[in-house]
């Protein structure tokens, strides 16, 4: 399922950076736009570790369908970039999607875990103790920001988290093949 993942990178790079300006624009604090800028180098990465990835396994990206599952959570993440949505909801959604992964990719290097070997580097790249407190900078900005928020927004943005979620597991199933 690679070339659904970089689809989806595609799609999120766009969401970083309509995140990134909205917190140019809102955040009381300039720290934001840092860790929401490091997030957007770390994803040109990611595109070239996708295209690095699909050549070894000889999958060729441009040819690749995006799956009906894929399109609807792309499309969910570009309703995110309206000026309609405020920053307390973007980041709150950026934070969800980044944990998701980082929380599912950790818990693949588990000692226990049975994540085959030639899984490891992957996990490793999301579930590494790096991520890991990226992700709790987001936390800690959406925290930050969702406490001087509405009930409005606050509504707003717990229905984004669970949209998220369910995106998330189906997408996941997607991967595995059980949708």
Known sequence: MQGQDYIFVRAF??????????AWKESDDNGDTDVILSG???LN???SWFKREASKWEVDL???????????YCRFLESLT???VNYAEAITAFWAIEAVYQ???AHCLENDSKTPQELKETCQRWGNDGFGQYCR????????????????VIAKAEVIL???LDYEVEFWNMSHGTV
């Open 13 to 22: 790079v766009h969401f970083v950076a309509s995140t990134f300006v909205k």
């Open 62 to 72: 441009h040819t690749v369908v995006p799956q009906h599952t894929n399109l609807e």
């Open 82 to 84: 309206s000026p309609e």
């Open 103 to 105: 929380d599912s990719f």
């Open 162 to 164: 669970l949209k998220i």
């Open 137 to 152: 900078s987001l936390q800690s900005i959406a925290n930050r920001r969702l406490e001087k928020a509405s009930d409005e």
């Open 45 to 47: 990465d990611e595109v």
């Open 40 to 42: 957007i180098a770390a």
